[in-house]
């Protein structure tokens, strides 16, 4: 199938999914949906793309051209669209871009704590099961790695463990799934049970001995404070999400309705978009106006969206415009059941992009919607849930914690007076 496999088209909603099989060194092939006879078999290629998708919709791409490191997106013309970009988002998009640079800020929550005593460590609930046989390890980590378990979320922990006679192996996190996760049928083993994991890497010595009593760490030792640095790629990933956010606000505010606009994005990097299995991208805008209705503020349409996505079955998820169709495979079923049954809870791992500061109750419905950064555009002082009149997720107690980034002023390209709102208006 490799060979048949590099015709397909590639498509932002694709209809094939595909898994790599290294014991028969092929690839199998499913539908995520039913298929029409005479529809297009597409699939997923990835963010570095060599063409612009239009809307969001299935695009056949263009041949393939010589890699500038941008996947050929340098070669799209300036049209009205990208006028202005920044100097600064030219060239190779692994370079990392400094933060005086960047086109908007990113507030630090709280300074990075060096849990230096076994009190201190924050921590989450994980599954891990006993390997009775030591010569299974390297057969279930490998598993892990083919089951898309293995993922950037437990990148900061070692997935094995070994204590006294006993090896133990480091499986997924309870917030992924709920449910003990389904374990290889062909080996032995005893029923997953959960543990109490570091939350964060190991910033000192001090701190590394402390995490290793609950579960070996990553030593991982940076300045206090910082922040991740941030590659050309993602901020143009940023930038290119901001503009449809912006675009999208200036078409709900012709049709009457607030200008208020959240967006969620296909992740960047390819370890998010395996563990979330998010292929489609998902926008919504507020309704109170036309609705009537005063909760239908844009965070929530959107979180509403993406939940209700999430709970439909294989056949639901894009129902067919014709009467007749190919009814989707048992192995698209299995795939497309196996990547929603508690993989993902509604935001977790992706990140929100929105024309205006969240308001206190959109704010916390994100963060009980585990999103992991929220990028907004226009500050809202009154009424801002993300550090205009409070910052939800730097309240204590609170159970989660998300990024939280606005576009500076001064480099606002996308301001707009459409954008433009009372300030008492909670968005």
Same mark, same amino acid.
């Given at each position: 199938?490799?060979?048949?496999?590099?015709?397909?088209n590639?498509?932002?909603?694709?209809?094939?999914?595909?898994?790599l099989?290294?014991?028969?060194?092929?690839i199998?092939?499913?539908?995520?949906?039913?298929?029409?006879?005479?529809?297009?078999?597409?699939?997923?290629?990835?963010?570095?793309?060599?063409?612009?998708?239009?809307?969001?919709?299935?695009?056949?791409?263009?041949?393939?051209?010589?890699?500038?490191?941008?996947g050929?997106?340098?070669a799209?013309?300036?049209?009205e669209?990208?006028?202005?970009?920044?100097e600064?988002l030219?060239?190779?998009?692994?370079?990392?871009?400094?933060?005086?640079?960047?086109?908007?800020?990113?507030?630090?929550?709280?300074?990075?704590?060096?849990?230096?005593?076994?009190?201190?460590?924050?921590?989450?609930?994980?599954?891990?099961?006993?390997?009775?046989?030591?010569?299974?390890?390297?057969?279930?980590?490998?598993?892990?790695?083919?089951?898309?378990?293995?993922?950037?979320?437990?990148?900061?922990?070692?997935?094995?463990?070994?204590?006294?006679?006993?090896?133990?192996l480091?499986?997924?996190?309870?917030?992924?799934?709920p449910?003990?996760?389904t374990?290889?049928?062909?080996?032995?083993?005893?029923?997953?049970?959960?543990?109490?994991?570091?939350?964060n890497?190991?910033?000192?010595?001090?701190?590394?001995?402390a995490?290793?009593?609950?579960?070996?760490?990553?030593?991982?030792?940076?300045?206090?404070?910082?922040?991740?640095?941030?590659?050309?790629?993602?901020?143009?990933w940023?930038?290119?999400?901001?503009?449809?956010?912006?675009?999208?606000?200036?078409?709900?505010?012709?049709?009457?309705?607030?200008?208020?606009?959240?967006?969620?994005?296909?992740?960047?990097?390819?370890?998010?978009?395996?563990?979330?299995?998010? /292929? @489609?991208? =998902? &926008?919504? #805008?507020?309704?109170?106006?036309?609705?009537?209705?005063? %909760?239908? $503020?844009?965070?929530?349409?959107?979180?509403?969206?993406?939940?209700?996505?999430?709970?439909?079955?294989?056949?639901?998820?894009?129902?067919?415009?014709?009467?007749?169709?190919?009814?989707?495979?048992?192995?698209?079923?299995?795939i497309?059941?196996?990547?929603?049954?508690g993989?993902?809870?509604?935001?977790?791992? /992706? @990140?929100? =992009? &929105?024309? #205006?500061?969240?308001?206190?109750?959109?704010?916390?419905? %994100?963060? $009980?919607?585990?999103?992991k950064?929220?990028?907004?555009?226009?500050?809202?002082?009154?009424?801002?849930?993300?550090?205009?009149?409070?910052?939800?997720?730097?309240?204590?107690?609170?159970?989660?914690?998300?990024?939280?980034?606005?576009?500076?002023?001064?480099?606002?390209?996308?301001?707009?007076?459409?954008?433009? /709102?009372?300030?008492? &208006?909670?968005?």
């Amino acid at each position: 199938m490799a060979l048949s496999g590099s015709l397909f088209n590639h498509s932002q909603t694709p209809n094939v999914t595909y898994t790599l099989e290294p014991e028969t060194e092929s690839i199998r092939y499913a539908t995520t949906r039913p298929i029409e006879e005479g529809d297009e078999l597409c699939i997923f290629y990835g963010h570095k793309l060599w063409f612009q998708p239009a809307d969001l919709e299935p695009e056949v791409c263009a041949p393939e051209k010589e890699d500038d490191g941008w996947g050929g997106l340098s070669a799209i013309e300036n049209d009205e669209e990208i006028e202005g970009l920044p100097e600064f988002l030219e060239g190779h998009p692994d370079e990392i871009i400094p933060d005086e640079q960047l086109p908007f800020v990113r507030m630090k929550l709280q300074d990075d704590e060096a849990e230096n005593d076994v009190d201190s460590v924050r921590t989450e609930l994980a599954w891990v099961v006993d390997i009775p046989e030591p010569r299974h390890t390297n057969i279930l980590l490998k598993w892990l790695k083919e089951s898309g378990h293995d993922t950037s979320h437990l990148a900061h922990l070692k997935r094995i463990r070994k204590f006294d006679d006993t090896t133990t192996l480091l499986l997924t996190t309870v917030e992924l799934f709920p449910t003990p996760p389904t374990l290889p049928p062909d080996i032995e083993l005893s029923k997953p049970y959960t543990i109490e994991v570091p939350q964060n890497p190991a910033l000192t010595m001090e701190s590394l001995r402390a995490k290793a009593t609950f579960w070996p760490t990553i030593y991982a030792p940076r300045k206090k404070g910082e922040l991740e640095p941030l590659s050309r790629g993602q901020v143009r990933w940023a930038w290119d999400a901001m503009r449809t956010v912006v675009q999208e606000a200036k078409t709900v505010e012709e049709k009457g309705e607030l200008p208020i606009v959240a967006y969620v994005p296909i992740p960047y990097d390819e370890d998010t978009k395996a563990s979330t299995q998010l /292929l @489609t991208a =998902f &926008i919504a #805008h507020d309704t109170r106006r036309s609705s009537t209705h005063p %909760l239908r $503020h844009a965070s929530l349409n959107l979180v509403r969206k993406l939940a209700e996505y999430r709970a439909l079955p294989a056949s639901a998820a894009s129902p067919p415009t014709k009467s007749t169709s190919v009814p989707a495979s048992a192995d698209s079923r299995a795939i497309d059941s196996a990547s929603r049954n508690g993989s993902h809870y509604l935001l977790t791992a /992706l @990140t929100l =992009f &929105i024309s #205006h500061e969240p308001c206190i109750m959109c704010s916390m419905a %994100l963060l $009980h919607s585990r999103v992991k950064d929220v990028y907004y555009l226009k500050s809202m002082k009154k009424t801002g849930g993300c550090g205009g009149s409070a910052c939800v997720p730097k309240l204590n107690g609170v159970n989660h914690r998300f990024g939280i980034t606005h576009w500076r002023e001064d480099s606002a390209k996308f301001d707009d007076p459409v954008l433009d /709102l009372d300030e008492v &208006i909670d968005a």
